[in-house]
């Protein structure tokens, strides 16, 4: 069993700052592409960053230029920093992994159960 946890949520005023970290345990191995979604109320889930095991990176367009993603493999963790932050972008932030690679076989697409995060004045 793969586990992901997500920390850093929280309320923001517009134009702040907020990091999050994921941090996935379970014997883990190896991690190929780790990805960070989001949803609003009444939305479906989006992506909104991910980046494969070489540190290559992809954004949804409404982030560009405002959020990065980075990752520490040794710490089997992925960060999504985000920078002037929206009413827009409050949400609930979770962490996905594409395939998990333990010392008991691999895992594909491993979610963690969120985070809420919150832009408002």
């Known amino acids: 069993q793969v586990q992901l946890v997500e920390s850093g949520g929280g309320l923001v005023q517009p134009g702040g700052s907020l990091t999050l970290s994921c941090a996935a345990s379970g014997s883990i191995l190896s991690i190929s592409t780790m990805n960070w979604y989001r949803q609003a109320p009444g939305k479906q889930r989006e992506l909104v960053a991910g980046?494969?095991?070489?540190?290559?990176?992809n954004f949804a367009d409404s982030v560009k230029g405002r959020f990065t993603i980075s990752r520490d493999n040794a710490k089997n963790t992925v960060y999504l920093q985000m920078n002037s932050l929206s009413p827009e972008d409050t949400a609930i932030y979770f962490c996905?992994?594409?395939?998990?690679?333990?010392?008991?076989?691999?895992?594909?697409?491993?979610w963690g159960l969120g985070t809420q995060v919150t832009v408002s004045s």
């Open positions: 996905n992994a594409h395939t998990v690679v333990t010392t008991r076989g691999y895992f594909d697409d491993s």
């Open positions: 980046i494969n095991s070489r540190g290559s990176t």
